[in-house]
């Protein structure tokens, strides 16, 4: 049980990585199952597995958590998530850990595929949430364009999605439009970015 419980309605940064910095995607086959894995998991109504669920004509179930933000990177991913329902982060994050059986029977390997329990951090200001966001949506892009076997909510953010799993409104409805958050983003990640080389300065 965690030190400290999450909370109803409060927002978290939630993100892990594989052991020992291993892959978690292969290719873009394993990409596209973890993301439909957390599209398909949020919901409080159990579907069983995803094979299952395509048989599911009602796809309006009551969700576990919002997800606000999401960046999926070739050995790590990120979530900026809501807690909708009492322990809704610790079953969503249980249920898509299943994705490790899919892909140890897919690559015929055996044992942990993440580095332990998933990591967690409660997003206490506004202030915080928006330079979360903007870290998280462009964590596949700290080097300009976007890594290979990755994907993240960039593109619903600035409008390009034809399909839309996040709730922007939180964040986006703070600014005049996708333009000015663009703008805000990229500062907000040059920022960042300079006080991690600033640290590593410091550390040498």
Excluded at 43 to 71: H, W
Excluded at 145 to 162: A, C, M, T, V
Aim: proline fraction near 2%; hydrophobic fraction near 30%; include cysteine.
């Amino acid at each position: 049980m965690r030190k400290v419980p999450f909370v109803g309605d409060e927002y978290y940064h939630i993100y892990n990585r594989g052991v020992d910095k291993r892959r978690i995607f292969e290719d873009s086959k394993d990409l596209n199952r973890f993301f439909q894995s957390i599209n398909e998991f949020n919901s409080i109504e159990p579907i069983g597995s995803i094979f299952e669920n395509s048989f599911n004509k009602k796809k309006d179930n009551e969700k576990l958590v919002e997800i606000i933000c999401y960046c999926l990177n070739p050995n790590h991913f990120h979530f900026v998530l809501r807690q909708l329902v009492e322990n809704g982060i610790s079953e969503f994050m249980k249920r898509i850990g299943g994705y490790t059986w899919y892909f140890n029977n897919r690559h015929k390997r055996n044992g942990a595929l993440f580095q332990g329990r998933f990591r967690s951090s409660h997003i206490g200001s506004n202030e915080y949430l928006l330079h979360v966001s903007a870290y998280v949506n462009l964590n596949n892009r700290f080097k300009g364009k976007p890594y290979p076997l990755s994907r993240s909510s960039w593109g619903e953010y600035l409008g390009e999605e034809n399909e839309y799993m996040c709730n922007t409104g939180i964040v986006l409805g703070q600014f005049k439009n996708s333009k000015e958050y663009q703008k805000f983003a990229s500062s907000s990640l040059k920022d960042i970015l300079r006080r991690k080389e600033m640290v590593k300065d410091l550390e040498t």
